[in-house]
């Protein structure tokens, strides 16, 4: 076992009320012949107390060290571990370190969305039910209880499978899922429980109040509008933070902590498509006065320990994000002291502790071992074969065949459910490359090799753009790349990822041929785009095959979002993959792989 942080003496020592404190507390106010010979009292030593806070966020449902898309013990170049087992652990050793009523732990949310485990539970077996019979208990549900978890916010991945099973979600948890904006759409009253008060128990003295206040992402009304849309609202997090911070101060609360889902540098991945802040975490800390300190997440990050003064009091907010997956534990560090019957907080620290030397919690590994197999079992069942191996390892920068998979999938099934109007015009396909080490091998295809490559649980739309549109449409995803002048040699190790543009928001197109001239300005750099060997109007309109997550303006491209619907299922598209080759029994990319985009350098092919 690694060596403690912080052991429990030396957390005790730093808490002044013992018996004999107390006493010498008490006894101190009588004074000693000589004070009163000098007309004043002596003052009372305060009385101090020390707790601690600690935060996970964006667990996507790790709960073991595995890998569901690898079907193998979690690895990366980091040497990071996955997973709420192992950070169990390290919980427990903080428990004991600093005491059991000495701790709180919170979460700041996406809990139920991201590894095939979570799918599972959501669709193959839903913990909503089938048939009229009771469905299983969610994995994190049992692990987050058994944690003791005392909160969580929710996150925007929540609501990906729908208010229902986030519901019966809430109903297993023993702890509250605070969303203080998070409001029913009707009443815009709140749908969640806004924030929780604990109390922290000090002998001798009053408890210490904590009063916790959980805020979501405002994002949930684009990425999940088709779950969400008429049943809630989701305003800004400084908006519902100047209402809910004072209402805690009042209530008596001697240390508000915040838990959001929402990163700290103030950005917004959808433009103008919304009228609130995405990554606003940092701006409530700076607007809004009476917050202690405030659990980051949503942008899967390491931030240890970040300051931020509000600009009305010049106190400084505390802040820490534990990256993600599990890979990482806040630790938030109080200290206090008792000033006339009331606690103020005098010091405060965070930092942030990894998990990946200690073992798996083994009580968690008892719960929840089967269902782990049982989704074992599940993403390993073969449902075809490919004639080749297709990776995705350059599809950042090349027209590569598992991408043409994803299109081909997405274009056969808007087209089988178009009107005849939408019918007759032409249709493409857009799609993201969400992950470069995806491989869908040559010889048996399972569940996990597709999963691995299409990572989220998206459904799929056709809207409707104009060429004009369109050409805007592509520009904006080009600026994906780094500009690289026309002569320079072309490193594809910094070649992409410009302007905080991740793989996950850079889609490529099909159905249509174009160049990206990445010597170019941004702007500027689609060149020949053509249709059937013909260069696309202005006016000419197409039906685009996209994710939901984009169409509903996920990442901020233009147009898409208020672009007419031709086609809407709520089926997922990894889903609709994997009926693709069971169906085909046999996936070929004869069948689909089709070379209609590159990369140029004023006119001359990159690769």
Same mark, same amino acid.
């Given at each position: 076992?690694? *060596?403690?942080?912080?052991?429990?003496?030396?957390?005790?020592?730093?808490?002044?009320?013992?018996?004999?404190?107390?006493?010498?507390?008490?006894?101190?106010? &009588?004074?000693?012949?000589?004070?009163?010979?000098?007309?004043?009292?002596?003052?009372?030593?305060?009385?101090?107390?020390? !707790?601690?806070?600690?935060?996970?966020?964006?667990?996507?449902?790790?709960?073991?060290?595995?890998?569901?898309?690898?079907?193998?013990?979690?690895?990366?170049?980091?040497?990071?571990?996955?997973?709420?087992?192992?950070?169990?652990?390290?919980?427990?050793?903080?428990?004991?370190?600093?005491?059991?009523?000495?701790?709180?732990?919170?979460?700041?949310?996406?809990?139920?969305? =991201?590894?095939?485990?979570?799918?599972?539970?959501?669709?193959?077996?839903?913990?909503?039910?089938?048939?009229?019979?009771?469905?299983?208990?969610?994995?994190?549900?049992?692990?987050?209880?058994?944690?003791?978890?005392?909160?969580?916010?929710?996150?925007?991945?929540?609501?990906?499978?729908?208010?229902?099973?986030?519901?019966?979600?809430?109903?297993?948890?023993?702890?509250?899922?605070?969303?203080?904006?998070?409001?029913?759409?009707?009443?815009?009253?709140?749908?969640?429980?806004?924030?929780?008060?604990?109390?922290?128990?000090?002998?001798?003295?009053?408890?210490?109040?904590?009063?916790?206040?959980?805020?979501?992402?405002?994002?949930?009304?684009?990425?999940?509008? %088709?779950?969400?849309?008429?049943?809630?609202?989701?305003?800004?997090?400084?908006?519902?933070?100047?209402?809910?911070?004072?209402?805690?101060?009042?209530?008596?609360?001697?240390?508000?902590?915040?838990?959001?889902?929402?990163?700290?540098?103030?950005?917004?991945?959808?433009?103008?498509?919304?009228? @609130?802040?995405?990554?606003?975490?940092?701006?409530?800390?700076?607007?809004?006065?009476?917050? %202690?300190?405030?659990?980051?997440?949503?942008?899967?990050?390491?931030?240890?320990?970040?300051?931020?003064?509000? *600009?009305?009091?010049?106190?400084?907010?505390?802040?820490?994000? +534990?990256?993600?997956?599990?890979?990482?534990?806040?630790?938030?560090?109080?200290?206090?002291?008792?000033?006339?019957?009331?606690?103020?907080?005098?010091?405060?620290?965070?930092?942030?502790?990894?998990?990946?030397?200690?073992?798996?919690?083994?009580?968690?590994?008892?719960?929840?071992?089967? %269902?782990?197999?049982?989704?074992?079992? @599940?993403?390993?069942?073969?449902?075809?074969?490919? &004639?080749?191996?297709?990776?995705?390892?350059?599809?950042?920068?090349?027209?590569?065949?598992?991408?043409?998979?994803?299109?081909?999938?997405?274009?056969?099934?808007?087209?089988?459910?178009?009107?005849?109007?939408?019918?007759?015009?032409?249709?493409?396909?857009?799609?993201?490359?969400?992950?470069?080490?995806?491989?869908?091998?040559?010889?048996?295809?399972?569940?996990?090799?597709?999963?691995?490559?299409?990572?989220?649980?998206?459904?799929?739309?056709?809207?409707?753009?104009?060429?004009?549109?369109?050409?805007?449409?592509?520009?904006?995803?080009?600026?994906? @790349?780094?500009?690289?002048?026309?002569?320079?040699?072309?490193?594809?190790?910094?070649? &992409?990822?410009?302007?905080? !543009?991740?793989?996950?928001?850079?889609?490529?197109?099909?159905?249509?041929?174009?160049?990206?001239?990445?010597?170019?300005?941004? =702007?500027?750099?689609?060149?020949?785009?053509?249709?059937?060997?013909? +260069?696309?109007?202005?006016?000419?309109?197409?039906?685009?095959?996209?994710?939901?997550?984009?169409?509903?303006?996920?990442?901020?491209?233009?147009?898409?979002?208020?672009?007419?619907?031709?086609?809407?299922?709520?089926?997922?598209?990894?889903?609709?993959?994997? %009926?693709?080759?069971?169906?085909?029994?046999?996936?070929?990319?004869?069948?689909?792989?089709?070379?209609?985009?590159?990369?140029?350098?004023?006119?001359?092919?990159?690769?």
């Amino acid at each position: 076992m690694p *060596a403690q942080p912080l052991n429990r003496r030396t957390f005790l020592q730093k808490s002044a009320v013992t018996g004999a404190a107390v006493a010498a507390a008490g006894a101190v106010g &009588t004074g000693t012949a000589e004070a009163a010979e000098a007309g004043h009292q002596p003052e009372k030593t305060p009385l101090t107390w020390s !707790f601690s806070i600690l935060g996970t966020t964006d667990l996507h449902s790790h709960v073991f060290d595995w890998d569901y898309y690898k079907d193998a013990a979690y690895t990366d170049k980091a040497g990071n571990s996955v997973g709420v087992a192992r950070v169990a652990t390290l919980i427990k050793q903080q428990r004991e370190a600093k005491g059991e009523h000495r701790t709180l732990l919170v979460d700041a949310g996406d809990i139920i969305q =991201g590894t095939s485990l979570a799918y599972y539970f959501a669709r193959v077996d839903p913990i909503t039910g089938t048939d009229g019979k009771r469905g299983p208990k969610h994995p994190m549900a049992v692990a987050m209880n058994h944690m003791r978890y005392d909160a969580a916010a929710l996150g925007n991945h929540e609501f990906n499978y729908g208010i229902d099973t986030l519901r019966k979600f809430e109903s297993q948890c023993h702890f509250p899922l605070l969303g203080a904006n998070a409001l029913d759409a009707k009443t815009l009253r709140p749908a969640f429980q806004p924030y929780t008060v604990k109390r922290i128990c000090v002998p001798g003295a009053p408890d210490i109040k904590v009063g916790i206040l959980g805020l979501t992402n405002p994002g949930i009304a684009l990425w999940d509008k %088709d779950n969400v849309s008429g049943k809630m609202v989701f305003p800004g997090l400084v908006e519902q933070a100047k209402k809910y911070v004072p209402r805690m101060r009042a209530l008596g609360c001697d240390v508000v902590f915040l838990t959001d889902h929402s990163g700290l540098d103030g950005s917004s991945s959808w433009g103008d498509s919304l009228p @609130y802040v995405e990554n606003a975490s940092n701006l409530v800390a700076e607007q809004v006065p009476g917050i %202690d300190a405030i659990l980051v997440g949503h942008t899967h990050v390491e931030v240890p320990s970040y300051t931020v003064k509000n *600009a009305e009091t010049g106190e400084e907010v505390l802040l820490s994000e +534990p990256y993600c997956w599990g890979y990482r534990l806040s630790v938030f560090d109080f200290e206090l002291e008792l000033h006339h019957g009331r606690w103020k907080v005098t010091s405060k620290t965070a930092q942030t502790l990894n998990p990946k030397d200690v073992d798996e919690d083994p009580e968690i590994k008892k719960l929840l071992e089967a %269902d782990h197999e049982l989704v074992v079992k @599940y993403v390993n069942t073969a449902v075809g074969t490919c &004639t080749q191996d297709l990776s995705a390892a350059e599809s950042c920068w090349k027209d590569v065949p598992i991408m043409d998979f994803i299109h081909k999938v997405q274009m056969e099934t808007v087209k089988a459910g178009l009107s005849a109007s939408a019918a007759a015009l032409p249709l493409i396909s857009v799609a993201a490359p969400f992950s470069r080490t995806a491989d869908i091998p040559q010889g048996n295809v399972t569940i996990k090799d597709i999963a691995g490559l299409y990572i989220y649980d998206n459904t799929l739309y056709g809207k409707k753009l104009t060429g004009a549109q369109l050409k805007e449409y592509l520009e904006f995803g080009a600026k994906y @790349y780094y500009q690289v002048p026309a002569g320079t040699k072309v490193d594809t190790a910094t070649l &992409t990822n410009a302007n905080k !543009f991740w793989d996950y928001m850079y889609d490529t197109a099909a159905g249509v041929d174009y160049e990206i001239d990445i010597a170019q300005a941004e =702007g500027s750099r689609i060149k020949n785009l053509t249709y059937n060997g013909a +260069p696309v109007a202005d006016d000419q309109v197409f039906v685009v095959a996209v994710n939901n997550y984009r169409a509903n303006g996920g990442s901020g491209y233009p147009h898409i979002a208020s672009a007419p619907i031709a086609y809407s299922s709520t089926n997922e598209i990894r889903q609709l993959m994997i %009926d693709y080759v069971t169906a085909k029994k046999a996936l070929d990319p004869a069948d689909f792989a089709v070379t209609n985009w590159k990369l140029t350098q004023a006119g001359t092919p990159v690769f």
